[in-house]
């Protein structure tokens, strides 16, 4: 049974910051790429950042690019989000997730497992 637990969401003000982490168990965490979504009030869930299974492949949502940095520790099974420069409208409620490959994706499809998200809230 594999778990994601993700933590580090918040209140923030508008040019501040949080770091979201998210930690597994249950599969050889290494072995698959993660990715970063997330699903704001009465919008669809979209794709925010991914990383390959070794670190060395990583994508990002045009939205994000420049501000948000995708990490990941495969010793302490955890992908973390750093956001910076937060806007209002990044506010939403984050989910990762682990892709069914090493490889990074943007489709939902190709993600197998998901974690129960954690809310992000951003003022103005």
């Known amino acids: 049974q594999v778990q994601l637990v993700e933590s580090g969401g918040g209140l923030v003000q508008a040019g501040g910051s949080l770091r979201l982490s998210c930690a597994a168990s249950?599969?050889?965490?290494?072995?698959?790429?993660m990715g970063w979504f997330r699903q704001a009030p009465g919008k669809e869930r979209e794709f925010v950042a991914a990383?390959?299974?070794?670190?060395?492949?990583?994508d990002y949502a045009d939205s994000v690019k420049g501000r948000f940095t995708i990490s990941r520790d495969n010793a302490k099974n955890t992908v973390y989000l750093q956001m910076n420069s937060l806007k209002p409208d990044d506010t939403a409620v984050y989910y990762c997730?682990?892709?069914?490959?090493?490889?990074?994706?943007?489709?939902?499809?190709?993600?197998?497992?998901w974690g129960q998200g954690t809310h992000v809230t951003v003022s103005s």
């Open positions: 997730a682990v892709d069914r490959t090493k490889m990074v994706h943007t489709a939902q499809g190709l993600y197998d497992y």
């Open positions: 990383i390959s299974w070794s670190g060395g492949s990583i």
């Open positions: 249950g599969r050889t965490f290494s072995s698959y790429a």
